[in-house]
C-alpha cells in the first residue's frame, strides 16, 4: 500500500465520517420537528395522523436518511477494515500504532506523537518506515 492510498483512505474515512454526522444531525432535526421529541431507539410506524401527507413524507424522508447513514456506515467499516489489515502486516506494534492514528483515526502528526509518547520528529522516522515496509 502506498502513501498516496493510505491518503486517500484517511480522507475517505474524514469525509465519510463528517456525512455520517451531517446526516445524523439532520435526521433527528426533522423527526423532531413533526414529532416534538427524539427519534427512539426503535421507531415505529403507525398510521398517518391528522397531519396527513407532510407528516407521511417527512418520516420517509427520515427513513431515507436513516439508510443513507447504513450505507455510509458500511462503506466506511470496509475502508477501515482494508487499511487495518493492510497495516497490520507491519513488522513492529508502534508502526502500527503510529499508521493507525494516523490515517485511520484521523489524528494529527502532533497527536499521534502525544498518544504515543512521542516526538513528532520520532513519529515521522517511524512513519517514513512503516512506509518502506509498506511498500
Known amino acids: 500500500m502506498t502513501k498516496e492510498e493510505l491518503q486517500k483512505i484517511r480522507r475517505s474515512i474524514r469525509d465519510l465520517t463528517i456525512s455520517i454526522e451531517s446526516k445524523r444531525r439532520q435526521r433527528e432535526e426533522l423527526y423532531y420537528r413533526v414529532t416534538g421529541s427524539a427519534i427512539p431507539i426503535k421507531t415505529t410506524w403507525v398510521q398517518e395522523s391528522a397531519r ?33 489489515t493492510e497495516l497490520s502486516t507491519l513488522s513492529k506494534p508502534e508502526l502500527v500504532s503510529i499508521m493507525t492514528d494516523y490515517y485511520i483515526h484521523g489524528y494529527t502528526w502532533e497527536r499521534t506523537a502525544e498518544v504515543n509518547n512521542y516526538s513528532v520528529q520520532m513519529v515521522y522516522i517511524l512513519h517514513r518506515e512503516a512506509l518502506k515496509e509498506l511498500n
Request: hydrophobic letters at 50%.
Open 52 to 84: 396527513g401527507d407532510k407528516m407521511a413524507a417527512v418520516m420517509a424522508e427520515v427513513a431515507d436518511l436513516g439508510e443513507s447513514i447504513d450505507k455510509d456506515i458500511g462503506e466506511l467499516l470496509s475502508l477501515r477494515w482494508k487499511a487495518e
